[in-house]
């Protein structure tokens, strides 16, 4: 009788859970995204570290931007969801008070040159000590360690040292970067962000936190791991631009349309590259064969006057609902209207109707919610923050009067 009476209460304890669940579901419930409760100290700077703060933002950590004092402008474009605050790292009350926000924070993401933490004292050995728990992200072009370590660099160097640059380009022209993604964006500010979840994830396990050494050029060659990985099967064994997936091969290219635009082509499968063919209306039988790499440039020109004959906006009616893996190139200003992303709300507009592109991934149950009010102004939110890190009015209106801290309230637009 005891048994079946525990058994009984246990189930109602289980029923009870699984309404508590089902309500955390309901449309109508608050939304908790995934790194809700997170606290994420960065340290501004440039491109790649804006770009992993935004991504923390993005899904729910709090992200508060450590900006210098006595400057006019951030020259933070990423700054979405994150708040401000002006500390003037040059002074040592200043330093303290950076301090005080890291060790009671999760992570600190910081983009310095090797050295410069630690000459504040703020190293990730002397922060860990006082909060052991503590995410210590170093987001640097060459790493913690090696011969350029300390040299500076932007993202054609480290793509340049990754190897892959030597890769890309077209055929007997230089090789070229593409916009500055690789290296700052994919190999900097995404694996760096990767590098946090991961952390903080196996916090969850240990209790500990750890310390992150993100190179830029690590992260793109990662990255290109699969170019790496398939020379050996004859896919990377000619010279850059003549290859099947860098321009070499006619069936994955652009080409230019009669009004000026381009259309995308990445026919490669033989089922695919038959509809490429029935959509330009060009015979197989009267043309070399496909994978003929000497009749590459052949196919090249058939393929470059047929696409010239036609406008954008008719070869994506002829190729829409096929297989035929040809799209158009849309522009910026294309790319919301596209029916497939307007489906999707693949972008989004802010306060002031800036248009950029949803977070990703999407998540079913705790899905990113983006801020879309302005990006912080430097120091708009340094008494808000001080105070919730637990300092007193008094001490701010000391700090402020000093120039310790910065505050910039910002002005209505009425």
Same mark, same amino acid.
């Given at each position: 009788?005891?048994?079946?009476?525990?058994?009984?209460?246990?189930?109602?304890?289980?029923?009870?859970?699984?309404?508590?669940?089902?309500?955390?579901?309901?449309?109508?419930?608050?939304?908790?995204?995934?790194?809700?409760?997170?606290?994420?100290?960065?340290?501004?700077?440039?491109?790649?570290?804006? =770009?992993?703060?935004?991504?923390?933002?993005?899904?729910?950590?709090?992200?508060?931007?450590?900006?210098?004092?006595?400057?006019?402008?951030?020259?933070?474009?990423?700054?979405?969801?994150?708040?401000?605050?002006?500390?003037?790292?040059?002074?040592?009350?200043?330093?303290?008070?950076?301090?005080?926000?890291?060790?009671?924070?999760?992570?600190?993401?910081?983009?310095?040159?090797?050295?410069?933490?630690?000459?504040?004292?703020?190293?990730?050995?002397?922060?860990?000590?006082?909060?052991?728990?503590?995410?210590?992200?170093?987001?640097?072009?060459?790493?913690?360690?090696?011969?350029?370590?300390?040299?500076?660099?932007?993202?054609?160097?480290?793509?340049?040292?990754?190897?892959?640059?030597?890769?890309?380009?077209?055929?007997?022209?230089?090789?070229?970067?593409?916009?500055?993604?690789?290296?700052? =964006?994919?190999?900097?500010?995404?694996?760096?962000?990767?590098?946090?979840?991961?952390?903080?994830?196996?916090?969850?396990?240990?209790?500990?936190?750890?310390?992150?050494?993100?190179?830029?050029?690590?992260?793109?060659?990662?990255?290109?791991?699969?170019?790496?990985?398939?020379?050996?099967?004859?896919?990377?064994?000619?010279?850059?631009?003549?290859?099947?997936?860098?321009?070499?091969?006619?069936?994955?290219?652009?080409?230019?349309?009669?009004?000026?635009?381009?259309?995308?082509?990445?026919?490669?499968?033989?089922?695919?590259?038959?509809?490429?063919?029935?959509?330009?209306?060009?015979?197989?039988?009267?043309?070399?064969?496909?994978?003929?790499?000497?009749?590459?440039?052949?196919?090249?020109?058939? =393929?470059?006057?047929?696409?010239?004959?036609?406008?954008?906006?008719?070869?994506?009616?002829?190729?829409?609902?096929?297989?035929?893996?040809?799209?158009?190139?849309?522009?910026?200003?294309?790319?919301?209207?596209?029916?497939?992303?307007?489906?999707?709300?693949?972008?989004?507009?802010?306060?002031?109707?800036?248009?950029?592109?949803?977070?990703?991934?999407?998540?079913?149950?705790?899905?990113?919610?983006?801020?879309?009010?302005?990006?912080?102004?430097?120091?708009?939110?340094?008494?808000?923050?001080?105070?919730?890190?637990?300092?007193?009015?008094?001490?701010?209106?000391?700090?402020?009067?000093?120039?310790?801290?910065?505050?910039?309230?910002?002005?209505?637009?009425?």
């Amino acid at each position: 009788m005891e048994k079946f009476r525990f058994r009984r209460i246990r189930s109602q304890r289980q029923m009870e859970r699984h309404k508590k669940d089902k309500s955390t579901l309901q449309p109508n419930s608050p939304l908790v995204m995934a790194l809700a409760g997170v606290r994420v100290i960065e340290l501004a700077g440039l491109a790649p570290a804006p =770009f992993c703060g935004m991504i923390l933002a993005d899904f729910g950590a709090k992200v508060i931007r450590v900006d210098r004092t006595k400057v006019a402008m951030s020259l933070d474009t990423q700054g979405r969801g994150k708040q401000s605050v002006a500390i003037n790292l040059k002074s040592s009350e200043g330093v303290a008070v950076l301090r005080k926000l890291c060790v009671q924070s999760d992570v600190i993401l910081e983009p310095y040159r090797k050295g410069v933490m630690e000459k504040l004292g703020l190293g990730p050995h002397e922060l860990l000590k006082e909060n052991p728990r503590l995410i210590y992200a170093r987001l640097t072009g060459y790493g913690q360690s090696g011969s350029y370590a300390s040299a500076a660099g932007h993202d054609i160097n480290y793509l340049a040292v990754s190897g892959l640059l030597s890769r890309l380009g077209r055929s007997e022209e230089k090789p070229y970067a593409p916009l500055n993604l690789v290296a700052d =964006f994919a190999g900097g500010g995404l694996t760096c962000a990767l590098g946090i979840v991961l952390a903080l994830l196996e916090r969850t396990k240990s209790g500990k936190g750890q310390i992150i050494d993100a190179s830029m050029v690590e992260g793109a060659a990662y990255v290109g791991s699969f170019i790496w990985k398939s020379q050996a099967i004859g896919m990377w064994d000619r010279p850059r631009g003549q290859n099947m997936l860098d321009s070499g091969a006619p069936f994955y290219d652009t080409y230019q349309t009669s009004d000026g635009k381009h259309m995308a082509v990445g026919a490669i499968e033989p089922q695919f590259y038959r509809q490429l063919l029935k959509g330009l209306e060009l015979d197989a039988g009267e043309l070399p064969p496909q994978m003929s790499l000497s009749d590459w440039p052949e196919l090249r020109r058939i =393929f470059t006057e047929r696409f010239a004959s036609k406008t954008q906006e008719e070869w994506s009616k002829i190729f829409d609902g096929t297989d035929a893996c040809v799209t158009p190139v849309l522009s910026f200003d294309q790319v919301s209207l596209h029916p497939h992303n307007r489906d999707r709300a693949s972008f989004i507009k802010d306060s002031s109707g800036a248009e950029s592109p949803r977070p990703a991934p999407v998540l079913s149950r705790t899905p990113a919610e983006p801020s879309l009010i302005s990006d912080p102004v430097i120091g708009e939110h340094t008494v808000e923050v001080l105070k919730e890190y637990g300092f007193t009015s008094t001490e701010i209106d000391q700090m402020r009067t000093a120039g310790v801290v910065e505050c910039n309230a910002v002005k209505s637009k009425l």
